[in-house]
């Protein structure tokens, strides 16, 4: 029987779900999923989905992963709606700072790029952090591998500010493989930032 692979870290629900449930469906009767996730939400959200269509996870944990182990029996129920069983953690409390150009204001192009620097610079001194520094469209360049401001969204990040980096610009703009810092992340992901953040400031 064919071992099934589902890698959901660094995915936030309903992401998670939405894969396993699709490969539970393209899945024959006996074979063997396992899962594959790095939150507890979506931990559970998972495995309460599963449970409730009569399947039966062995659940186990090293290295920071969450580790989903099943089988899909013989008369497993039609797999109704994931999405249904997405509970989200809001955002913890800040600002959500948004990045969408390569620059700061609008007139001098390089003295755009220097007050950008010097924002993203100064956010580690700001109180409260931002909960969230989100860089899509042209904004994904200051997160490109050799961009001076890098270390400072990395000082960011390991001070527990999350930096999420629109996946459909790095592959618009072909940086695939160039984002050292943050997260590669989704417009589902940045949307729920947006909409859940008591404020947002576009730099």
Known sequence: MKDHTVDARGLRCPQPLMLAKKALEEMAEGEHLRVLIDNEISRDNVIRFLRDHGLA??????????VLDLDKLAGTATLG????????EKPPAGPV???????MGSGSEELGKILLQACINTLKDVSPL???????????????????????LAALVELGVTVLVCG?????FDKKGRIPVGTISNMYEILRYLSTSERVVTL
Do not use: K, R, W
Request: with cysteine; glycine share 8%; aromatic share 10%.
């Open 168 to 172: 459909t610009c790095v592959d618009y």
């Open 81 to 88: 709606d994931a999405t249904a069983y997405c509970s989200i």
């Open 57 to 66: 996870p062995v659940l186990s944990f090293a290295d920071g992963v969450h």
């Open 97 to 103: 700072i948004v990045i969408n150009q390569h620059g």
């Open 130 to 152: 931002p909960a969230a520094v989100i860089c899509y469209n042209a904004g994904i360049f200051v997160a490109v591998e050799g961009a001076p401001t890098v270390p400072a």
